[in-house]
């Protein structure tokens, strides 16, 4: 019998799911794991050695060549605003994988179905020894479909537009509310239109609508939930 705890969160684009994630896992003492950071950093790889990112032999060779690992940020050098710590090859790309350029590269390489083979079975074996709060694309139902609890986080796109402008006026970037829009728009019509996996919501998912909700509310209602499954499971 499987012994670690394990939460599943999916969710379009900028819903707050890394946030909420991140913040849960604190709370319960988990693992928080970004599967989209693992896609962001596939596409920084491929990027950087100017491969296609359409040539899926050429960009899951890659990956497979390069070591990723990823972490909760250690103190106090990575307290820096990040919410997961990323290693490529030995460099810190915890902030690198966050441009636009990488978010929009993640996109078409999540849609390669080696690469996403070979990234859902790293994920399995990170939640086959410790409890995590694991959130993507696809979660819910291939990677962890027998999750404890499952979870469709999302927000309007007037919300979800507003949250990730603020994101990235904070990093210094000169971008309209418009643009943000459409690179929003965009990746939901990738994710949602894609053959392999496309993000969909499973039946048993909790759908959690947070466009007007504040980040403490979500996390804690989700982490009043995981208080009565845990409950349910000593009385069983
Ligand atoms: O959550 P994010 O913006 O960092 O994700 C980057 C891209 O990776 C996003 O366009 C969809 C893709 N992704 C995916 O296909 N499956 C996952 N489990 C996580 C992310």
């Given at each position: 019998m499987r012994k670690t705890f394990q939460i599943a969160i999916d969710g379009p684009v900028a819903a707050g799911k890394g946030t909420v994630s991140r913040l849960l896992a604190q709370r319960l003492g988990f693992l928080y794991v970004d599967t989209g950071a693992m896609y962001r950093a596939t596409a920084l790889l491929a990027l950087r050695h100017e491969i296609?990112?359409?040539?899926e032999d050429k960009v899951v060779a890659l990956l497979e060549k390069s070591k990723l690992e990823m972490r909760n940020p250690l103190p106090p050098k990575e307290l820096?605003?990040?919410?997961t710590t990323v290693i490529l090859d030995g460099e810190d790309v915890s902030w690198a994988i966050r441009t636009q350029k990488c978010g929009i590269g993640a996109s078409k390489v999540a849609v390669l179905s080696k690469l996403r083979k070979t990234l859902v079975k790293k994920q399995q074996e990170i939640a086959s020894t410790q409890d995590v709060v694991m959130e993507g694309?696809?979660?819910?139902?291939?990677?962890?479909?027998?999750?404890d609890l499952k979870i469709f986080l999302t927000a309007n796109l007037q919300a979800r537009a507003a949250r990730r402008h603020t994101q990235y006026l904070t990093k210094g970037m000169n971008i309209t509310i418009e643009a943000v829009t459409s690179e929003i728009k965009e990746r939901d019509t990738r994710d949602m239109q894609?053959?392999?996996?496309?993000?969909r919501i499973v039946p048993d998912a909790w759908v959690l609508d947070?466009?007007?909700?504040?980040i403490e509310e979500v996390v804690d209602l989700i982490a009043d939930k995981v208080q009565k499954i845990r409950n349910r499971n000593t009385n069983e």
């Open positions: 296609d990112l359409n040539d820096d605003g990040r919410l694309r696809d979660i819910t139902f291939r990677v962890l479909p027998d999750a894609r053959k392999i996996d496309p993000l947070t466009s007007e909700l504040k």
